[in-house]
């Protein structure tokens, strides 16, 4: 039987090939949580990219157990606001972008303790722009700040998965934006 894992997205092209990777081995729902990305139709092109290949993925898989399931969190645009005020001219990649990192590990381990996921994981570390060392160290961080819930450490951009991510997206018709979603990483 398979271990559940709460595989937090921050959109359907990146998960494309962390889901991939991961479904041998897992029980895999996704969590759309991503309150930084505050233009309501960005996000839900966004949402509904995921929700896309979710189902596409499902297609393939006839056993209930092999399933992907997809649960959205709640859309707190507020207190993502609240927690980057004093940051909005902070480069790319910079403090700002931990404080959001935190932000969206901090819920999916709230989601993972709370829905009975031992283990969960980010999408985030596909893209060769999120600095991996920094998201692997808040994963573990929150991990051990929250019980019964552990980080399952991937740099999902290994093994070619950036550029695994981008042959899926175009096999699948996906939405591939090219900006990471808030309103500040647009003027870059």
Known sequence: MKEKLLLHSCCGPCSTAC????????????FY?????????????????????????NRQHEAPEDRIRFADGDRDTEEYFRRVRGLEQEPEGGARCTVCFRQRLEESARYAKEHGFP???????VSPHKDYPLISGIGKDIARETEGVEFLDIDFKKKAGFQRSVALSKEYGLYRQNFCGCEFSRRV
């Open 119 to 125: 283990l969960f994981t980010t999408t985030l570390t």
């Open 33 to 57: 949580y991503n309150p930084c990305i505050t233009d309501t139709e960005e996000y839900m092109k966004r949402r509904e990219s995921q929700i896309r290949f979710i189902e596409a993925m």
């Open 19 to 30: 889901i991939e990777r991961l479904f041998p081995d897992y029980e895999i729902t996704v």
